[in-house]
């Protein structure tokens, strides 16, 4: 059964740095590795999606990689901006046969004007 | 762009009285899915449909919960008799493919509250 690790919890960083955001996964056999933005209250906001059998994505500031080797995703979002505060989730699918998406706990950040 | 919508946004019941959650896929999607979250923890998977059946569920699924396609645009889920531990927040989503399929997208809607009293 897939387990999805988000960490840190929380991160808080200074407007304009560059960040990035880890996720975990224990099954390597994930078919597609999904990033959503929550806003407090608010529903998913699919951000970017990952194939297996692609390393990365881009979508203007953001990119996400994917290492099914080690099992591991990254959020990289350039010149962090105020806007940009929310919790990041990710999810992964592992296909054969199954629909779910299992999530992560997200990460909560912060970008301090 | 077109959007998943779930109605209504605000629910408060009491315990053991029935509530149906109201969803609008994207109009050329095939596959629907619920998920929850309660407040604090990750989202859950509660169901899959397709083609007016249920093609996966999770063992949070039990009997008390249904879903049905009434028509040709909108998709509910109805909870028989709600539980305290039922309050979450109920998350639609919908596909234009298979969910596991390579690549495929889920799109999500905004969600409706749900608070059992």
């Known amino acids: 059964k897939q387990e999805v690790t988000q960490i840190p919890a929380a991160l808080s960083v200074p407007e304009g740095e560059n960040l990035v955001l880890n996720c975990s996964f224990t099954?390597?056999?994930?078919?597609?590795l999904q990033w959503f933005r929550q806003d407090p209250g608010k529903g998913l906001t699919s951000l970017l999606l990952i194939q297996s059998s692609q390393r990365e994505q881009t979508s203007g500031r953001l990119n996400a990689s994917l290492d099914k080797s080690s099992g591991r995703s990254t959020l990289y979002i350039a010149a962090s901006q105020p806007g940009d505060s929310a919790t990041y989730l990710c999810a992964g699918s592992s296909g054969a046969g199954s629909y779910q998406l299992t999530f992560g706990k997200g990460t909560k950040l912060s970008v301090i004007p | 762009e077109p959007e998943v919508t779930q109605t209504p946004s605000h629910q408060v019941t009491q315990m053991g009285q029935e509530v149906i959650l109201r969803c609008v896929p994207i109009s050329n999607h095939l596959y629907f899915y619920w998920y929850r979250q309660i407040l604090g923890q990750k989202v859950e998977f509660l169901v899959s449909f397709y083609n007016n059946e249920i093609s996966e569920k999770s063992e949070i699924f039990d009997d008390q919960f249904s879903v049905e396609r009434p028509d040709g645009s909108n998709f509910t889920l109805k909870i028989r008799s709600t539980k305290l531990e039922d309050s979450a927040m109920y998350f639609c989503a919908s596909s234009e493919r298979y969910g596991g399929r390579l690549g495929e997208t889920q799109y999500f809607g905004p969600g409706t509250r749900l608070l059992v009293l």
């Open positions: 099954d390597s056999a994930i078919y597609n």
